[in-house]
């Protein structure tokens, strides 16, 4: 059975620098190179919104917010999303989820992971 264990998460100073990472334990090959890659991530009181997104054509996305700062990879062959986030704000205080979506029809999430950035 596929799932998804998130990793990297905790609590940084303004201004700091974390690594989130996304290992789809169990998933076939194809199953990842063919499903669309991305972190979103929820604040206290807030809708969930994307973060970074990797295509399988290997476009990447960013939220306006993030640009510049973020930076979504994969690693196939590890079947792992990473996610690096410089300049840590405390805006970007949330739970941050990965989330691999197969041809359009089944989501895959992560149970998510804290980061905290303190003023």
């Known amino acids: 059975q596929t799932h998804l264990v998130e990793s990297g998460g905790g609590l940084v100073q303004t201004g700091g620098s974390l690594r989130l990472s996304c290992r789809a334990s169990g998933m076939i090959l194809s199953v990842f190179t063919g499903s669309t890659k991305a972190w979103y991530r929820q604040a206290p009181g807030k809708q969930r919104e994307l973060v970074a997104s990797?295509?399988?054509?290997?476009?990447?996305n960013y939220a306006d917010s993030v640009k510049g700062l973020f930076s979504i990879s994969k690693d196939d062959t590890r079947r792992m999303v990473s996610l690096r986030m410089n300049s840590l704000q405390p805006e970007d205080t949330a739970v941050y989820y990965c989330h691999l979506l197969y041809r359009r029809d089944v989501d895959y999430w992560g149970q998510g992971t804290q980061v905290t950035v303190s003023s």
């Open positions: 990797f295509s399988t054509d290997g476009i990447t």
